[in-house]
C-alpha cells in the first residue's frame, strides 16, 4: 500500500517562498508520476503540476508557472514542491499524488498573508 505524507506547509507573507515535502512509502517511489494539487474550501481540487518517473520533464498549470517547481529525489523516495513569489490566492491545502489520483497525502495548509 502506498502512504502520502506532505509537509511545509505554513503560514507566509505574499512575495516570500516556501518549499513543500511529500514523502512516499510502501512501494518503489520510481515507479510513480506524481504530481501537486490544491484545494481551498469549496472549490475543487486544483492540478498544479507534474513530474515523471525519472524527473527528466515537468508540467505546470499557468496559474503557477514560472513560480512553482517540481522536483523529485528518486533516492529519498521524496517529491518537493517549491513555492515562489507566493500570492494571497495560493492559500490553500496542498497534496500531492502518486500516480496521480490513484493515491493521496493528507494536506498540508499554506496560508499567505498580506
Known amino acids: 500500500q502506498v502512504q502520502l505524507r506532505e509537509s511545509g506547509g505554513g503560514f507566509v507573507q505574499a512575495g516570500g517562498s516556501l518549499k513543500l515535502t511529500c514523502v512516499v512509502s510502501g512501494r518503489t517511489f520510481s515507479l510513480y508520476v506524481m504530481s501537486w494539487y490544491r484545494q481551498t474550501p469549496g472549490k475543487e481540487r486544483e492540478f498544479l503540476g507534474t513530474i515523471n518517473r525519472s524527473s527528466g520533464n515537468t508540467f505546470y498549470s499557468d496559474s503557477v508557472k514560472g513560480r512553482f517547481t517540481i522536483s523529485r529525489d528518486n533516492t529519498g523516495n521524496t517529491m518537493y514542491l517549491e513555492m515562489n513569489s507566493l500570492r494571497i490566492e495560493d492559500t490553500a491545502v496542498y497534496y500531492c499524488?502518486?500516480?496521480?489520483?490513484?493515491?493521496w497525502g493528507q494536506g498540508t495548509q499554506v496560508t499567505v498573508s498580506s
Open positions: 499524488s502518486a500516480d496521480p489520483g490513484a493515491y
